[in-house]
């Protein structure tokens, strides 16, 4: 009888540790979501902010070539100029030279 009352005795201990088992494996359930939901905030976050990041890199990347080619008109440009006027001297020196053989 004695035996029979222990055996309830420890069942009803083993009852109530499995209860309290089962209320932390609730409590990490939960933390586990909480942390899966700030987890996936985090992600969207940094995901936003690396978008943002490539566009800023497309726009600076974009706005660089642009220069580049400013640059490369400019020196298109200037090097036509410097045709241009390196032409008028050449033709300068001769009607010069042409005079001085005249005279």
Do not use: C, P, W
């Amino acid at each position: 009888n004695d035996e029979i009352e222990n055996l309830k005795m420890t069942i009803l201990e083993n009852e109530n540790k499995i209860a309290d088992l089962e209320k932390q494996v609730s409590r990490y359930k939960s933390e586990v979501l909480t942390l899966t939901e700030k987890n996936e905030v985090l992600i969207n976050s940094h995901a936003k902010e690396i978008e943002g990041l490539q566009e800023k890199n497309d726009e600076n990347r974009d706005e660089k070539i642009s220069a580049t080619s400013r640059d490369s008109d400019d020196i298109k440009s200037y090097l036509e100029r410097i045709n241009s006027v390196e032409t008028k001297v050449d033709a300068f020196k001769k009607s010069i030279g042409e005079m001085l053989v005249e005279n």
